[in-house]
């Protein structure tokens, strides 16, 4: 007999819901050779110093101990249910909150479930030969951590796939296993996820703005009125939060490398560095475009009905619903979007209704540049005049309004023509690319960093950095 | 509010346990901090009982006591770098935690507070307490229930 809380760490009482377990038996052996075949190269017979969630409590999902990585146990958690909770936003406001799928609303919240679900192990393929690039064994600790994270979601939506949606859901969570990121024929669902994690700098620059679309699509979902989905999203929150860290201290630490070099070196001019084997601030600034450019993507049409019925219907309500200050209806509420008209970029009224991605999308810009802010205390500490900014909001757009358009980071209307003869300068090349893979090797002794990264200032739980955060059998 | 709480304040137990005069200074400086503490929201009263248990927990790396550390911080509570902030902020202006050192590479150091006319660890005295006891440091911190320490 299966010991179902031994093998599936879990809160969803998975010992006595007998259909649950028949489906996840078929599914655990596909997920274990989809996770030998796409998920971290060569990590076998590593072992890993990873934090395991074996529950909610406060004392029980941060459990860090050496785990060999196919053993990881990949848990369903999901935060206590409020017997109190109501419906914070939309038609159905006020109502207690839906234990059981509305049919009229299964098919949408299934296909919401089913493209946040395909995020999950889409990023754990695009990041899977990094390892092999790592520039210590804390980064590759910290890259384990974020996959095996990553494939606990797919976990969550799995198991919502599965007890809430019949046979749909288990053909569903099937497919999950079944497209791959970049693959021709059968890619991931969002095109953003379909794009290759070249090196360890696309893979910070992912964590820090691309993760972070995950962060607010899942606390819009965390509002729903479908609540194992709403309680599924809050835990999934807590882990994400780590990998936004991972991300914002990553990028971090090469920006200080970079200025600890020019420092040094005594240099000012922000396209400088290569000679000293680091990123320079400028090429940074051009990653920074095109993570943040494609990120903003992910938030799909600025005007949308679909954004506006999932609302209307209590599906998906807005970040921070409840802080909000209106009606949680948006009845007669207007919001301001951005379109090109006559070569210049104006400002339309739009229903606030129909605008709820671009309002989600501004949330994230916000959050994004306090985070940029944050970055250029390093220069400013190291006396360095340069500065990160956020491209404009329409620069390399190719959904939503703006798409098409080619405008300027700066917020210039131009013509392909124009637009296209700065390209290099704006966005990363082939040759910058190569540079940054150039810089790439993997450091494999504790307490060693590659050149172009600093070393953070602390380890993981209390360890040394130089603890053995991978154990190589 | 403060002085109400202050009214009902009483530290006998605590003293007891922490080897301390339970007396007016060390029940005022209590009481001020107990005020302090009723004035934050909940977030930032947890994320300082988190702070304190990483701080005063036993440690094999050679820190100097009452620190915890910003990573250890973000990997142990799940709270996103911005909401993290913005609470560090909370607990900064309130007098419960300065943040040390320059971003990226910053450490939280949990604040003494004034009593009488010295210094006292009163969150480390708190941490031992809890332990000893032993009750829940949120129950104090978090939740705001006193009535274990008299």
Not at chain 1, 396 to 414: C, E, N, W, Y
Request: aromatic share 10%; with cysteine; charged share 25%.
């Amino acid at each position: 007999m299966i010991d179902y809380t031994e093998k599936i760490p879990n809160n969803v009482e998975l010992a006595s819901d007998k259909t649950l377990q028949r489906a996840l038996e078929k599914w655990q052996p596909a997920f274990q050779g989809w996770w030998s075949d796409m998920g971290p190269a060569g990590t076998k017979d590593l072992q890993v110093y990873l934090r395991t969630a074996i529950s909610v409590d406060r004392d029980g999902w941060a459990n860090f101990g050496y785990v060999k990585m196919p053993d990881y146990r990949w848990g369903i958690f999901l935060v206590p249910r409020d017997d109190n909770r109501k419906i914070a936003f939309g038609d159905h406001m006020g109502e207690p909150v839906w234990q059981e799928v509305p049919g009229e609303y299964r098919s949408t919240l299934r296909r919401i479930i089913v493209t946040q679900g395909d995020t999950e192990p889409a990023s754990v393929e695009q990041q899977r030969l990094l390892g092999r690039t790592a520039p210590s064994l804390y980064d590759m600790r910290n890259l384990f951590q974020v996959n095996v994270e990553e494939g606990r979601h797919l976990w969550a939506m799995v198991y919502l796939l599965q007890r809430y949606f019949g046979r749909d859901g288990r053909e569903e969570a099937e497919r999950l296993l079944e497209r791959r990121s970049g693959h021709a024929d059968n890619p991931r669902i969002l095109g953003a996820f379909n794009e290759e994690t070249r090196h360890w700098l696309a893979f910070f620059m992912f964590t820090f703005f691309t993760d972070r679309d995950g962060k607010f699509q899942l606390a819009s979902l965390a509002e729903s009125g479908f609540d194992p989905l709403s309680r599924t999203c809050r835990f999934m929150l807590t882990e994400e939060a780590h990998h936004m860290f991972v991300g914002e201290s990553g990028v971090a630490r090469a920006i200080q490398r970079t200025c600890e070099v020019m420092k040094e070196h005594g240099l000012s001019d922000p396209s400088e560095g290569r000679q000293f084997g680091v990123v320079p601030l400028s090429l940074l600034q051009k990653f920074v475009n095109f993570h943040y450019s494609v990120t903003l993507d992910l938030y799909g049409s600025d005007v949308s009905s679909n954004a506006a019925s999932y609302y209307t219907t209590g599906v998906k309500g807005r970040y921070e619903e409840t802080k909000q200050g209106d009606d949680h209806k948006l009845v007669g509420a207007e919001y301001p979007v951005l379109e090109v008209e006559n070569g210049q970029l104006v400002e339309k009224k739009v229903p606030a209704l129909n605008a709820l991605n671009a309002k989600l999308r501004d949330d994230y810009v916000d959050e994004i540049q306090a985070g940029v802010n944050r970055w250029n205390r390093i220069p400013e500490q190291n006396g360095i005049s340069f500065r990160l900014t956020l491209p404009h909001v329409g620069f390399h757009r190719k959904i939503g309004t703006l798409a098409g358009q080619f405008i300027s980071p700066d917020g210039k209307v131009m013509t392909e023509a124009e637009w296209n003869a700065h390209r290099d300068e704006w966005l990363p090349s082939a040759e910058d690319h190569k540079y940054v893979e150039s810089l790439m090797g993997q450091v494999l002794e504790p307490g060693k960093f590659a050149n172009w990264i600093a070393p953070p200032a602390r380890g993981i739980n209390s360890q040394p950095i130089d603890f053995e955060y991978v154990r190589f059998n | 509010m403060t002085t109400k709480i202050q009214d009902e304040i009483a530290i006998g137990r605590f003293g007891e346990v922490c080897v301390l005069a339970a007396d007016a200074t060390h029940v005022d400086a209590f009481g001020k901090f107990a005020g302090r503490l009723h004035a934050l929201p909940e977030g930032a009263r947890k994320l300082l009982a988190h702070i304190t248990d990483l701080a005063y927990r036993e440690h094999h790396d050679g820190r100097k006591p009452g620190v915890a550390y910003l990573p250890e911080l973000h990997e142990t509570c799940g709270i996103g770098v911005d909401e993290m902030y913005g609470l560090l902020k909370q607990l900064e202006q309130a007098g419960f935690v300065r943040v040390e050192g320059e971003y990226p590479f910053q450490d939280v150091a949990l604040q003494d507070v004034p009593c009488g006319a010295t210094e006292w660890p009163l969150m480390q005295d708190l941490w031992r307490f809890c332990k000893t006891e032993p009750i829940s440091l949120r129950d104090v911190v978090v939740d705001l229930k006193f009535k274990s320490l008299a």
